[in-house]
């Protein structure tokens, strides 16, 4: 069993996948358990840090990742570290309660088939908050 790092995150799933660093925005995790708190049902984390070298390896299959995404530890374009998460895809009834619960507190919110896309860029990257469709 992963450690945890919250009541309802564990490292495993927010550390970087190639390299295992978990540097996250100070506070992000406190907003996104507040976040978790709020909404009440699980959400399954499919990807948290990213360094830039994992970074690269969607960019290269064509996937939609940016090259400045809030998801990179050591944002040279933002000055941050990461500061979003995308999560499985929800039920199409729970899906309405994440966004609504998602754009009350303020976060940025894109969806996609599989995933969600969740990030405090209005906090963090002093960037408006948006929501978009991949």
Known sequence: MSERVSRHFTRAEL??????????????????????????????????????????????????????????????????????VDIKRPSARDLWWLIEQALRRDWSVGLAKTFVHLDRRTHFARLPRIFYTY
């Not at 925005?25 to 996104?32: I, M, N, R, T, V």
């Not at 399954?44 to 990742?65: L, Q």
């Open 15 to 84: 550390a970087c996948p190639t390299t295992g660093r978990l540097e996250l925005e100070p506070g992000f995790l406190g907003e996104l358990e507040a976040f978790r708190e709020a909404y009440g049902r699980p959400m399954a984390v499919t990807s948290g840090c990213r360094t830039s070298e994992h970074n690269d390896w969607p960019i290269s299959r064509g996937y939609a990742a940016s090259p400045n995404s809030l998801h990179l530890i050591g944002n040279r374009k933002y000055q941050t570290d990461t500061c979003a």
